[in-house]
């Protein structure tokens, strides 16, 4: 899980120039940046599971989840190729 995570965000940090109408403050960095912070969300809530404290972990497990469909509704309106390659 994390690594195709990091591999999905390596991609998008490394082609970054590619995407179409990207805000000019987005950077390679900063897409790194928010892969690790993302992951230590994750981290957290596992340690706080595993440590007793179920629900506060499941909260912020949640939380980490939450980013994972966000990225999918942001890739889904994002232009870009048909993935026929008929455009």
């Known amino acids: 899980c994390c690594a195709a995570s990091f591999a999905h965000f390596a ?8 995407y179409p109408n990207l805000p000019t403050w987005i950077s390679r960095a900063g897409v790194y940046g ?3 912070a993302q ?5 957290l809530g ?4 595993r440590r007793g404290r179920q629900l506060g972990g499941l909260f912020v497990m949640s ?9 999918l509704e942001a890739n889904a309106g994002a232009p870009g190729r048909d993935p026929a390659g008929l455009r």
């Not at 596992?46 to 599971?49: A, D, Q």
């Not at 939380?63 to 990225?71: E, K, N, P, S, V």
């Open 39 to 43: 992951q230590a969300i994750g981290v």
């Open 11 to 18: 991609h998008n940090a490394e082609f970054l120039g590619e």
């Open 63 to 71: 939380a980490y989840t939450m980013f994972g469909f966000d990225g």
């Open 34 to 36: 928010a892969w690790f």
């Open 46 to 49: 596992v340690m706080l599971y």
